[in-house]
């Protein structure tokens, strides 16, 4: 029901409309409560490229179309629908189709407005009017997993308001697809794969939480395709994320961005366009906040409003646009709430006044503690491997193994273990996205059995398959799926007992466990089982600070993510001094 290409359909004819007219008539228009788009039409907006694609109309409907904004009419075109050489049947009360800025004319009135998530979108005609409200729904990017093969297709949904939609709305509602040329489809024939939404091609969800972003809005779209729909699938890269509303209203985002209509005018953006930095920090939240942006030629001021999380805001002082663009003057955010800040810019023209598009911005001003080390410092008779991580998830670690002080251009810890054969001092800092960094941490081994003439303290190849990660704790992953906990004991110190395991939401593992005094760390692998016995080498290998006493931790990551349905075996090992205690292990089934 919805059309992804330029329409070859003749236009029958071309309705024109005023601007003047449509803003004299902002009341009228305004979506009454509740509206909908009715019957067996279809209305689909592309924001990116602020085109509709109109269907299911009848032929030679005349339909008038309108952009909303806060009751502001921002946008206009009419014109009357051709019949869908694709439609089936001779039924043209429901054949009609109409693109707007869509590859061929019809255009927007006098300008092509830039369509906005929270918009409305009215379509009339002699039946009534259509009402639909622009979601902020976007298929960002797409890659293929390391581990599994499977596609992966990565986006956003964020709900009106911020946030995420509730479990409901994101099930009922949001798609992935991939979609490729007619001319060369899939093997299941069709020219896309589609998942959510009912669309079974594969499977799709939000991203899982992190220790700052503990309610993601990001997704993503895992499609196990064969080798060969995989490689046509990298190779044209053209995706969607998609909000419909049944089959009747539909939000398309579209990477890459369809190119603007030939003989149609550009799309008049009002924006805010970039900051002065790239994050608020504890370095510079002191100092004031510049933003840069665009508007129309007619626009006579701007003010720019940033709202925190929290519902707080500032207002940097209006500006007059000059020559389409505009600098804000300095506006100090201390007193908002770290987290996602919002400028959204009010554009005032002879016409009206409307808001523009939004951009966001991160504050984070707490520092990362300081990066940890397994094993820890000490004396070793054999060479060591050594992993370093930090409480913050998002935090990247830099080293030196030279003696010289780490700094934002040294070599970053990633899945491979820095192999420690001979005595060296590892120094490592953590800066977090915001560019916080956090104090030094110096981690030094003497090795006393190191061979004569051993090399520098580079990263040792490990197995592919393996990856280390810092976990940090997280609340009860819900929904959960309850399976078998096997209760055993390790024999050597430092013990770890009473291991259980529940699979929550994403394959996320909920353990539970307890940890005798003076453990350090705790070493998680996920092994799978086949025939009842463990098989093959660890798929993946989780390192986490621990504590004694009883402990609870949720383990997550892309490659649990990526795990099929199967039986799994989760060992972990509690080690102090360098030195792991026996292993303890237990089943987990992913369904």
Not at 189 to 201: I, L, Q, S, W
Request: aromatic share 4%; net charge neutral; with cysteine.
């Amino acid at each position: 029901m919805s059309f992804s290409g330029a329409r070859d359909a003749r236009r029958l004819s071309r309705a024109t409309i005023s601007t003047a007219v449509a803003l004299a008539a902002v009341a009228a228009l305004a979506a009454p409560a509740g509206a909908a788009v009715n019957g067996s039409h279809v209305v689909a907006t592309i924001p990116d490229a602020s085109a509709l694609e109109l269907s299911g109309y009848p032929v030679g409907d005349q339909l008038d179309i309108h952009v909303v904004r806060n009751g502001v009419v921002i946008g206009s075109a009419a014109d009357v629908t051709t019949q869908d050489p694709k439609a089936k049947g001779i039924d043209l009360s429901t054949a009609g189709i109409l693109n707007v800025n869509g590859g061929t004319p019809p255009c927007w009135i006098a300008s092509t407005p830039q369509i906005l998530p929270g918009d409305t979108v009215t379509v009339g005609d002699s039946s009534g009017t259509d009402s639909m409200v622009v979601q902020n729904v976007e298929a960002t990017s797409i890659e293929q997993d390391p581990i599994t093969g499977h596609t992966l297709v990565h986006g956003f949904a964020i709900a009106p308001g911020g946030g995420r939609y509730d479990q409901a709305t994101f099930d009922a509602n949001v798609q992935a697809r991939i979609t490729v040329g007619a001319g060369q489809p899939f093997s299941n024939g069709r020219n896309n794969v589609r998942a959510g939404a009912t669309k079974t091609d594969g499977t799709i969800a939000y991203d899982p939480p992190t220790l700052t972003d503990p309610a993601p809005t990001t997704w993503t779209a895992n499609f196990p395709l064969n080798a060969a729909d995989a490689a046509l699938a990298l190779a044209n890269k053209n995706i969607e994320g998609v909000f419909s509303v049944g089959v009747s209203e539909l939000t398309i985002g579209r990477t890459p961005v369809a190119g603007a209509t030939a003989g149609c005018p550009p799309t008049v953006r009002n924006a805010v366009t970039s900051f002065d930095r790239q994050a608020v920090n504890v370095a510079n939240v002191a100092t004031a906040l510049t933003m840069n942006g665009v508007a129309q030629a007619d626009a006579s001021k701007v003010s720019v409003t940033i709202r925190d999380t929290e519902g707080h805001t500032v207002k940097a002082p209006d500006v007059v646009p000059v020559n389409g663009s505009y600098t804000t003057a300095g506006i100090d955010v201390s007193s908002l709430s770290d987290g996602t800040l919002t400028a959204t810019p009010t554009f005032t023209t002879p016409a009206q006044t409307f808001d523009g598009a939004t951009l966001t911005i991160l504050k984070d001003t707490k520092a990362p503690v300081a990066p940890v080390a397994s094993p820890r410092s000490g004396n070793y008779s054999s060479p060591q491997s050594v992993s370093l991580g930090d409480d913050d998830a998002s935090a990247k670690v830099l080293y030196t193994v030279v003696g010289t002080a780490p700094g934002a251009g040294s070599p970053a810890f990633g899945v491979t273990p820095i192999t420690v054969d001979h005595s060296l001092t590892i120094r490592a800092i953590a800066i977090d996205a915001a560019g916080n960094q956090s104090p030094e941490a110096s981690f030094a081994y003497t090795i006393t059995g190191a061979p004569p003439g051993a090399g520098g303290g580079g990263g040792a190849p490990a197995s592919t398959t393996t990856i280390i990660q810092q976990i940090p704790l997280f609340p009860v992953v819900r929904p959960g799926q309850a399976v078998q906990g096997v209760k055993t004991s390790a024999a050597a110190r430092p013990a770890l007992r009473g291991l259980t395991v529940a699979v929550g939401a994403r394959h996320a593992l909920r353990v539970s466990m307890r940890l005798s005094t003076g453990a350090e760390t705790v070493r998680f692998r996920v092994y799978r089982v086949r025939n009842g016995r463990r098989t093959g080498p660890a798929l993946m290998t989780l390192v986490r600070l621990a504590a004694g006493g009883r402990s609870t931790v949720t383990l997550r990551g892309r490659a649990l993510r990526a795990l099929n349905a199967g039986h799994y075996v989760l060992e972990a090992q509690a080690s102090a001094g360098g030195a792991y205690g026996a292993a303890t292990t237990v089943p987990f089934t992913i369904r």
